[in-house]
Nanobody
Framework: QVQLVESGGGLVQAGGSLRLSCAVS????????MGWYRQAPGKQRELVAT???????NYADSVKGRFTISRDSVKNTVALQMNSLEPEDTAVYYC???????????????WGQGTQVTVSS
C-alpha cells in the first residue's frame, strides 16, 4: 500500500524558517506531480506549491519568494523550504502526489496525513 509520509513542521516565530519533507512509501509506476497544500482553521484547503516530474514549479502568490519546493525523483521525495514565515502561514500542511501505481491504473490523487505548522507573532 502506498503512503505519503511527512516529516517536519512545528512551532516557529515569525520571520523564522521550517522545512517539510515527504516521502512516498511503497512503489509507484509514475509520479507526475508532487506538492504541498495547507488548511487553516475555518478555511478551505489551498495549494501552496507543486512540482512536476519535469521540474516545473507552481506557487501560491502568498508564498512566492519565501517558499521553495524541491523534488528528488529517484528517491520519490518532495521538500518545502519555508523562509520568512508569517502568522498567516499557520495551518496543517498536506503532502500531495498525483501518481499512477501500476501501468494499467489511472493517475490518482494521494495525500499525506498532514503536519502542523504554527507561526507565532
Amino acid at each position: 500500500q502506498v503512503q505519503l509520509v511527512e516529516s517536519g513542521g512545528g512551532l516557529v516565530q515569525a520571520g523564522g524558517s521550517l522545512r517539510l519533507s515527504c516521502a512516498v512509501s511503497g512503489s509507484a509506476f509514475s509520479i507526475n506531480v508532487m506538492g504541498w497544500y495547507r488548511q487553516a482553521p475555518g478555511k478551505q484547503r489551498e495549494l501552496v506549491a507543486t512540482i512536476t516530474s519535469g521540474g516545473r514549479t507552481n506557487y501560491a502568490d502568498s508564498v512566492k519568494g519565501r517558499f521553495t519546493i524541491s523534488r528528488d525523483s529517484v528517491k520519490n521525495t518532495v521538500a518545502l523550504q519555508m523562509n520568512s514565515l508569517e502568522p498567516e502561514d499557520t495551518a496543517v500542511y498536506y503532502c500531495y502526489a498525483w501518481m499512477k501505481l501500476f501501468i494499467i491504473s489511472r493517475q490518482s490523487d494521494y495525500w499525506g496525513q498532514g503536519t502542523q505548522v504554527t507561526v507565532s507573532s
